[in-house]
């Protein structure tokens, strides 16, 4: 099993920035991708930004590119997202998810294909 425990998150005006971060614990050598999804009240569960944790490749959701960077710090095996010019559009819970087991062709988006989730860490941005 892959444990995930996020850091981070706060409250922050518009344009601001802030840094999530999501530690994985366990049997990390099954993880094939790790993703950030954010949940706001009254929506749906959507997909932010994913990475494969081996490879180099990286996706984001068109609202948040240029914005918001993923990142992998190996040495501390710790993923981060840094999220940039902050809108409150941007508010919700932000989830650390991971896929293990079989690799798919790319970044998967649907929350449906991620076996392991974290806590969730609450950002708010007000306007």
């Known amino acids: 099993q892959v444990q995930l425990v996020e850091s981070g998150g706060g409250l922050v005006p518009a344009g601001g920035s802030l840094r999530v971060s999501c530690v994985p614990s366990g049997r990390t050598f099954s993880i094939k991708f790790i993703a950030w999804f954010r949940q706001a009240p009254g929506k749906e569960r959507e997909f932010v930004a994913g990475?494969?944790?081996?490879?180099?490749?990286?996706y984001y959701i068109e609202s948040v590119k240029g914005r918001f960077t993923i990142s992998k710090d190996n040495a501390s095996n710790t993923m981060y997202l840094q999220m940039n010019s902050l809108k409150p559009e941007d508010t919700a819970v932000y989830y650390c998810a991971a896929v293990t087991g079989v690799r798919t062709s790319g970044v998967p988006a649907t929350a449906g294909l991620y076996t392991n989730w974290g806590q969730g860490a609450q950002v708010t941005v007000s306007s």
């Open positions: 990475m494969d944790w081996i490879r180099t490749s990286r």
